[in-house]
């Protein structure tokens, strides 16, 4: 097996298809190097394969030779050796997986470098300091990553150093003292590993790579494909760079640039751009940055060259593009483009006004609205529906529109502190001088980002777009101390609450009312091009309990109502002391007059949400919940009794309660079963309903009204049920003329009903897959007790690839699912399916329910429009699969 390609290697197809085996980096390096013929240092990739060799069995065999080999040919075509004491070749060791994971896993600059090359360095560039800053960078960086040295032993000599001096940034400090720093930072890694710092560059290279493979399993790492879900089997490649110098002189700079703006997606190019820096400088954060048009003032040719180059690799990738460049005394090398990152708005304004073209001439390219749909996002879209602030705040400070949204939380200034107090409960705002990847586990849970230093392209702010963090960095004006920081003479304490306006920059004391977010035009406009691709295919439904809900869903693009809850209805304060009547009632004659109460205002219930849904179908779920739901605790009532006493009707609670009290009221008396120990129950809810529609009729309206029935796992129980619900129907359409097509249905949420979907589907004109509890009753967990306790260290270790509760369990609740498509259909070839759990709202399960065949999704009315681009991306992916 070949484990090593070099950048120029002839590949079949292009580079840029094989990312499974080069990742994105290598990939796109390949593919600047042998199609575009961009100005790339010369290098070779170390592929996923490797990789994952390593992560079964060790370092594979072969792979030093490889490696060595590869090695010698770099050193033939730069006519310089690694390590070589009198004109050192050095290079960079970075990992480059399939999918992007920004600052997630490990990089290595500087490599070759030694206590003789050093000094080479420094008499073929001339430039003695240059060469020792490169050494104690390489010393810093190699410590940490490969040896496991804490990364603040080096900051703390190095901050020494920057007060002895007087001067404020690293680049001011003299050869001398960076002399110093490197005979420190040495003497720091003899000290915690016990060992020198290794002078091999060969023993160098193979930790650096080997760092990297380990870094793929890191803790950070980890929790990033966990959030992003990304297989863990992949691997990562590792690319290895020959090293050209943005910290040359003041003829030399390094930056970050898109070929649009990623914030916004205004069709201008923008970047971060230091002079005399290292790519680490700007990305870190260490040093505030300028802008690319501050570059063209002081390179305006290579900034012409760099546009240049920006267009190109928008036309050849059709798409916005993230590049890492570096000047080498005048000088312009590309050392990474991709695919870039951006915001909901920018990613709706970019897909929808690519569809129209872009470039000139010969240039000119654009996209389908096909491909428009694919390039949003779910998350694209929760951006653009981020609350806002209903009203300005006084700002306390200003800085970088990282990522857009508004944000209140407490302020945190670690991620462990972070981490804990939003395990309590608390909204956080993580408050950083600048974040780095071991941030990023308080990032994950924080409703906001705040950082004093850094630029648009700083860690921070990359990995905040992408989760949809509102976010602001390069606040110069907070300073940062131990557990406070200040602006001017305002200090703000840890737990202190604060708002940070992602959008603007802005940082506000307090905390700032929230109003509902604007999307853009872009918005409407590629979920009009969604829903022309899902029209007749999969319909969206929305879950809505009221009337007010069910308005927001038809307004958010709901084609339905999937499930409405009665028993949320019961919840209510005026309700629930009539439902106890009812659980209360000694008599059939008590009991049918607390049911003709819960008639009345259940109709009015079901008025208000057949009003909202107007012409569309509306599936309202009878009574699922055990009746002890709706009773008081058994425990404080108890409590209550043996210190102040109960009253006669807390009494008859308490009695009631014991009654109905379940061990599993799971799978206890729910659903239908309670229906056949209560009929009177259901019929009263179907009467209700009934009434309902005949009112909205009477007003000219068009009510369409399906019923489903909860739980059931016979033919038997759905047929008793279902000839409750047809005494009820017959009365209620008795003497009309056109009688309107009432459907009677079940939720299908336990294994046995999949299984036994065929005789099921006797008694059913539709099925409604309850995927909440059928993965409950699949894996046999009870969400609410395994997702905060057992579910995290389940996902760490491998023991399951995803939270089935968040995505379709495709190996167990998705073969369910597909059985009871399967077996319904077999005896009801035109039933019709849908789904109602929350997975009705995830994309991923959404493209298995399409291939499955279902009617309709059922979400949230929050996640419709998530759920109506899904639909349409599940059609556009599965008709270029079958070409």
């Not at 309990?545 to 005026?574: K, Q, S, V």
């Not at 106890?580 to 819960?598: D, F, G, S, V």
């Amino acid at each position: 097996m070949t484990y090593v390609y070099a950048f120029d290697h002839k590949h079949r197809p292009s580079p840029m298809e094989k990312k499974d085996l080069l990742g994105g980096k290598g990939a796109n390096l390949a593919e600047m190097t042998s199609v575009l013929k961009l100005p790339v240092p010369p290098g070779f990739t170390i592929s996923t394969d490797a990789c994952r060799d390593y992560m079964k069995g060790g370092w594979p065999k072969g792979l030093d030779a490889e490696v060595a080999s590869h090695v010698a040919r770099l050193e033939e075509v730069m006519g310089r050796k690694l390590g070589d004491p009198g004109d050192p070749l050095l290079v960079s060791v970075r990992s480059g997986a399939k999918f992007s994971m920004p600052g997630m896993m490990d990089t290595v600059l500087n490599l070759g470098l030694n206590d003789k090359s050093v000094k080479g360095l420094a008499a073929t560039t001339g430039d003695a300091r240059f060469a020792y800053d490169s050494y104690r960078r390489f010393i810093a960086m190699y410590g940490r990553i490969v040896l496991g040295v804490d990364g603040h032993l080096f900051d703390e000599p190095l901050e020494a150093a920057k007060v002895s001096a007087k001067v404020r940034t690293d680049a001011e400090l003299t050869t001398n003292a960076l002399k110093t720093l490197c005979d420190q930072y040495k003497a720091i890694v003899k000290s915690e590993t016990g060992k020198p710092f290794p002078q091999q560059p060969m023993t160098q290279l193979r930790g650096a790579v080997e760092a990297v493979f380990a870094s793929w399993n890191g803790d950070r790492a980890i929790a990033y494909r966990n959030r992003e879900r990304i297989a863990h089997e992949l691997g990562t490649a590792v690319n290895v760079q020959t090293m050209v110098f943005g910290n040359r002189d003041d003829n030399s700079g390094t930056g970050v640039g898109f070929t649009r703006n990623a914030a916004t997606g205004e069709n201008v190019p923008y970047g971060d751009f230091l002079i005399n820096a290292q790519g680490e400088d700007v990305v870190a954060g260490i040093r505030n940055t300028e802008d690319l048009d501050h570059m063209k003032l002081h390179f305006p040719k290579i900034h012409a060259e760099l546009l240049a180059i920006f267009a190109r690799l928008e036309k050849h990738y059709r798409d916005m593009c993230d590049t890492e460049f570096t000047i080498e005394q005048g000088k312009l090398w590309m050392l990474q483009t991709r695919v870039g990152k951006r915001t909901g708005a920018a990613a709706l304004r970019m897909a929808v006004e690519m569809t129209t073209g872009s470039g000139k001439g010969a240039d000119r390219w654009k996209i389908s609205k096909e491909e428009a749909v694919m390039r949003v996002t779910a998350e694209h879209l929760d951006g653009v529906l981020h609350p806002q602030f209903a009203s300005k705040g006084k700002v306390l400070a200003t800085g970088l529109a990282a990522s857009p949204g508004a944000a209140v939380g407490k302020v945190y200034f670690t991620a462990d502190s972070a981490e804990i107090a939003a395990k309590k409960g608390e909204p956080v705002i993580l408050v950083r001088s600048e974040t780095s990847p071991e941030d990023v586990h308080g990032m994950m849970v924080a409703k906001g980002i705040l950082t004093s230093r850094g630029g648009l392209v700083s860690h921070a702010a990359v990995v905040a777009r992408g989760w949809g963090t509102p976010a602001i960095v390069g606040a110069e004006a907070v300073k940062i101390s131990g557990a406070s920081f200040s602006v001017g003479d305002v200090k703000v304490k840890e737990g202190d609450m604060i708002s940070i306006d992602g959008g603007t920059g802005a940082v506000m004391l307090g905390a700032m009312e929230l109003s509902a977010a604007e999307p853009p035009p872009e918005f409407a406009t590629i979920l009009q091009w969604a829903d022309k691709i899902r029209k007749g295919k999969l319909a969206v439904r929305a879950n809505a309990d009221t009337g007010e809900d069910a308005a927001n869903a038809r307004r958010l693009g709901a084609e339905g109502i999937g499930l409405c809850r009665t028993e949320h209805m019961f919840l209510a304060p005026d309700r629930l002391p009539v439902v106890r009547e009812m659980i209360l009632a000694n008599t059939p004659e008590q009991e049918e007059a607390a049911l003709a109460k819960l008639r009345d205002v259940q109709q009015q219930d079901f008025e208000e949400i057949l009003e909202a849904m107007d012409g569309l179908p509306v599936t309202v779920r009878l009574l699922d919940p055990p009746l002890h739901e709706f009773l008081p605790s058994v425990e404080e009532l108890r409590v209550k009794a043996a210190t102040s006493g109960l009253s006669a009707k807390e009494k008859k609670l308490l009695a009631a309660a014991e009654t109905w009290s379940e061990h599993n009221p799971m799978i206890g008396t729910r659903g239908v079963r309670l229906g056949v120990i209560k009929p009177g129950l259901y019929a009263m809810q179907v009467r209700a309903l009934l009434d309902a529609a005949a009112v909205l009729r009477s007003r000219g309206m068009n009510p369409i009204v399906e019923i489903m029935i909860p739980l059931t796992v016979t033919r038997e129980e759905l047929g008793l049920a279902r000839s409750w619900c047809e005494t009820e129907i017959a009365a209620a359409v008795k003497g009309m003329k056109n009688k309107p097509e009432i459907t009677i249905g079940t939720m299908i949420e336990t294994p046995r009903a999949a299984v036994r979907a065929d005789e099921i589907a006797e008694e059913a004109d539709f099925f409604s897959f309850g995927t909440n509890d059928l993965t409950q009753l699949t894996f046999g967990f009870s969400r609410d007790d395994v997702e905060s306790r057992m579910m995290p260290a389940y996902l760490e270790q491998g023991l399951l690839k995803r939270n089935p509760f968040d995505t379709i369990d495709q190996s167990g609740v998705g073969d369910l699912v597909r059985l009871g498509v399967e077996r319904g259909r077999a005896t009801k070839p035109k039933l019709k399916i849908g789904v109602c759990g929350e997975h009705g709202g995830d994309p991923e399960s959404i493209e298995l329910f399409y291939r499955l065949g279902l009617n309709y999704v059922s979400c949230s009315p929050f996640r419709v429009p998530i759920a109506r681009l899904a639909a349409a991306q599940a059609i556009v992916g599965s008709a270029e699969s079958t070409k």
